[in-house]
């Protein structure tokens, strides 16, 4: 399975980069990571607990960095294996670019495989799935690059109204 995308980061390329080679923003962003350890130049170790369809797995496996080159680009490759569930590997071809505004344009491009039981499941979950995955994975490190979205912090709304489901009923925040 193959997909592209692009997205505006208000960051320069040398933020954006450094962020891709770091071990707690990849697990701040990768949707389900429980852990990750190591670094760029050694490799990172990766538990991510997933829901695909009806099978629920956690995954173990390696991401490594290659074709590194400053703030320009890099592939990320990583393969998990997820017991009974089977397995799934990949990886991101990613390139960064300075706009005239002053900001990265990210574009990607992800091919994705899976085997085993999660290979069983049909390929619109799985192309579904993967395409979910990789958009959450940008988005999160937008976010985390960022900060959160500007209308977060300049609403206008009464702080009643800010309040969780849960603070609402009980009254508490």
């Known amino acids: 399975m193959h997909m592209s995308d ?3 980061i208000q960051a320069d390329p040398a933020t ?3 962020a891709l080679l770091d071990a707690e923003v990849l697990k701040a962003c990768v949707p389900g990571a429980q852990e990750v350890t190591g ?11 997933q ?16 074709d590194m080159v400053e703030n320009e680009r890099l592939v990320i490759t990583g393969e998990g294996k997820g017991g009974a569930a089977g397995f799934a590997k990949g ?3 990613v ?11 990210l574009s990607y491009e992800v091919d994705a495989k899976v ?38 912090e300049a609403s206008d ?3 009643e109204k800010k309040k969780g489901w849960i603070g609402r009923l009980t009254g508490r925040d």
Do not use: C, H
């Open 157 to 159: 709304a009464p702080e």
């Open 91 to 93: 990886g991101a071809e």
């Open 95 to 105: 390139t960064l670019a300075l706009t005239d505004s002053g900001a990265t344009l």
């Open 39 to 49: 670094t760029a130049a050694d490799g990172f170790e990766a538990t991510v607990v």
């Open 51 to 66: 829901k695909v369809g009806p099978v629920k797995a956690t995954f173990k496996g390696q991401v490594t960095m290659s």
């Open 16 to 18: 954006v980069y450094a």
């Open 115 to 152: 085997g085993g039981k999660l290979a069983q499941l049909g390929s619109r979950i799985i192309d579904g799935f993967a395409k979910k995955m990789a958009d959450q994975f940008f988005q999160n490190l937008q976010t985390t690059i960022e900060g959160p979205a500007a209308e977060d």
């Open 6 to 8: 692009a997205r505006e």
